[in-house]
């Protein structure tokens, strides 16, 4: 999880400020990972959450210091949110992860693998999640760890599973590999987009293991195409 602190704002801001970047501006020789996954597209999704029933009792800042501008909505079968995208590189270090690529690593998760190890950034599409709080408690809507979500970036969507949890009163962030397969930069340092993320995140539902991400897009894919023919 990661906090971006006015203190560490000032101290780094260089280094820990999201930059705007094309979305196809992922490294060299990792193009093809930048798709939408299954035939539920991005225009049927965002149809389904143009307007908001919020479900939080507050608001949420998408990076400490901002302000509070972001509800969670809700519909009878999903919750979501609109927000940016800060890269987490947390879990188990890898190449693309670690302390010394990104200077808020932590090598914990919230949530593990079905053999007990921290999940993998740079290879699991997940969303992180505020910390229940008076603004709002996940769990109360159904949303609790391994829950497949779908996330949106212009035409691209991308399912991933709830992995982690962060600040609780900051939204909008994803893994390494959310990010690279939306085709948004996944540095940890300078990558993520500053706005216009979508995550919509489908109630009660629950992969296991939670590191399986074939699973998560068959399971995600029919929960997008309910979704989107259901009525709210």
């Not at 079968?77 to 992860?97: E, H, I, S």
């Not at 893994?175 to 300078?190: E, F, K, M, Q, V």
Request: glycine share 10%.
């Amino acid at each position: 999880m990661r906090l971006q602190s006015l203190t560490l704002a000032t101290a780094g801001a260089a280094l820990l400020a999201p930059t705007t970047v094309p979305a196809a501006a992922v490294p060299p020789g990792q193009e093809h990972a930048a798709h939408s996954e299954g035939s539920v597209t991005a225009t049927d999704l965002l149809d389904r959450v143009r307007t908001c029933t919020q479900v939080s009792k507050g608001r949420y800042r998408t990076d400490g210091g901002g302000s509070a501008t972001v509800p969670v909505c809700g519909t009878r079968k999903a919750v979501f949110w609109k927000a940016d995208l800060d890269v987490d590189c947390d879990g188990r270090p890898t190449t693309r992860c670690n302390r010394r690529t990104d200077p808020l690593f932590s090598a914990a998760t919230a949530y593990q693998q079905s053999d007990g190890r921290h999940l993998n950034a740079e290879s699991l599409p997940y969303i992180v999640i505020p910390a229940p709080s008076g603004i709002w408690d996940p769990s109360a809507q159904g949303i609790r760890g391994g829950a497949v979500a779908a996330v949106i970036y212009h035409d691209r969507v991308r399912y991933a599973v709830v992995g982690d949890t962060g600040p609780r009163d900051i939204i909008g962030e994803a893994s390494y590999a959310t990010a690279r397969g939306l085709g948004i930069h996944p540095d940890p340092r300078n990558g993520g987009v500053p706005s216009g993320v979508t995550y919509i995140v489908f109630k009660d539902s629950k992969v296991a293991p939670i590191e399986d991400h074939r699973a998560a897009v068959e399971m995600g894919e029919r929960l997008a195409r309910e979704f989107v023919e259901a009525q709210k």
